[in-house]
């Protein structure tokens, strides 16, 4: 089991940038997959952005080619930079450990969660 702390929000204009980081602590080698999510009020919970311990992303559609995932080589911190972000963005922002092989977007395959960071994107 990993403990998990994000930061990084914040509130910005449409067309701004942010950078999420989320803290791993505990058993970091137990995670083969990291990931970000998000969830706006009254919406379920979407994936954003996943990586796995080979490197490999993947990405919503929504997001591809404005936000980018990484993680530190002793992958104990997890990134999200935002860029050119717009208002349908704004959500409160997770960040999510799965330990089972396989990259994938969907959150009911992960199993240790942070506890969010909101980020707010106006017109």
């Known amino acids: 089991q990993v403990h998990l702390v994000e930061s990084g929000g914040d509130s910005v204009q449409s067309g701004g940038s942010l950078r999420l980081s989320c803290v791993v602590s505990?058993?970091?080698?137990?995670?083969?997959?990291m990931g970000w999510f998000r969830q706006a009020p009254g919406k379920e919970r979407e994936g954003v952005a996943a990586?796995?311990?080979?490197?490999?992303?993947l990405y919503a559609p929504s997001v591809e080619g404005r936000f980018t995932i990484s993680q530190d080589n002793a992958r104990t911190t997890l990134y999200l930079q935002m860029d050119s972000l717009k208002p349908e963005d704004t959500a409160m922002y997770y960040c999510?450990?799965?330990?089972?092989?396989?990259?994938?977007?969907?959150?009911?395959?992960?199993?240790?969660w942070g506890q969010g960071t909101q980020v707010t994107v106006s017109s």
């Open positions: 999510a450990a799965k330990r089972s092989f396989g990259i994938t977007r969907h959150p009911q395959l992960y199993h240790d």
């Open positions: 990586i796995d311990a080979f490197g490999s992303t």
């Open positions: 505990g058993d970091s080698g137990s995670t083969h997959c």
